[in-house]
């Protein structure tokens, strides 16, 4: 069955670190790749997304992603993180082809220590 | 500017009492959603629509029913709530269902 896991259900980094949020999935088809950050009362805005082309895609907010097809991952990362950068992270697999939706993964929340 | 309208906001209601949350987008997409999203749950699609007068159930439907009169409106309508439908509710809307998808800012629905 199609799924998709973010193993890290919460996570703490200090402001200025590095962040790599988790990502992997199952799909029979070449997967378009999303992720989605919801910040606190927030709705979900579009983060980066890959459909094709080269693996290693840009976001928006410094975030940057890698499609990895052999480990079946699509991490978030990014250099250094600034205290507006917690939020809920979403990631999201879908296929152009399949009209029918977006499959999910459960989040990961992300706090941001001073 | 590209956007998914959706109201009300905020919303306390009695249990029984039917509600509508309406829904727009002016994006032109054929394709629009309803979720629900709950703490520890995610996402869970309740209905979707791929055109005008074409709708099916998502995920967690019961409860619920939906309508796509027109292309740019989605209503989700609750008959009759019960307290577990309790929720933070989204729409959205995308070229198809499995593009980008673009969010409404979110239903806070409370029935009591």
């Known amino acids: 069955a199609q799924s998709v896991t973010q193993p890290d259900i919460h996570i703490t980094v200090s402001e200025g670190a590095s962040l790599e949020l988790r990502c992997n999935y199952s799909?029979?088809?070449?997967?378009?790749l999303f992720w989605y950050v919801q910040s606190p009362g927030q709705g979900l805005q579009l983060l980066l997304k890959?459909?094709?082309?080269d693996t290693l895609v840009q976001g928006i907010k410094g975030f940057e992603a890698e499609f990895k097809r052999s480990q079946s991952s699509f991490n978030l990362r990014k250099p250094s993180v600034h205290w507006s950068d917690a939020a809920e992270y979403f990631c999201?697999?879908?296929?152009?082809?399949?009209?029918?939706?977006?499959?999910w993964g459960l989040g990961t929340s992300l706090a941001v220590n001073p | 500017e590209a956007q998914v309208t959706q109201n009300p906001r905020y919303l306390i209601t009695v249990t029984g009492k039917k509600l509508t949350v309406t829904c727009s987008q002016n994006m032109n997409h054929e394709y629009m959603s309803w979720y629900r999203q709950d703490p520890g749950l995610g996402l869970r699609q309740i209905y979707y629509?791929?055109?005008?007068?074409?709708?099916d159930k998502g995920d967690v439907p019961e409860g619920y029913k939906v309508s796509r009169k027109e292309k740019r409106n989605f209503p989700l309508i609750l008959e009759s709530p019960s307290p577990n439908q309790t929720s933070l509710y989204f729409c959205?809307?995308?070229?198809?269902?499995?593009?980008?998808?673009?969010f409404g800012e979110g239903s806070w629905l409370t029935v009591v």
């Open positions: 999201a697999v879908g296929d152009a082809g399949n009209n029918r939706k977006l499959i």
């Open positions: 799909y029979g088809a070449t997967p378009y």
């Open positions: 890959y459909f094709s082309g």
């Open positions: 629509s791929m055109n005008v007068e074409v709708t």
């Open positions: 959205a809307s995308s070229l198809t269902g499995g593009n980008t998808i673009y």
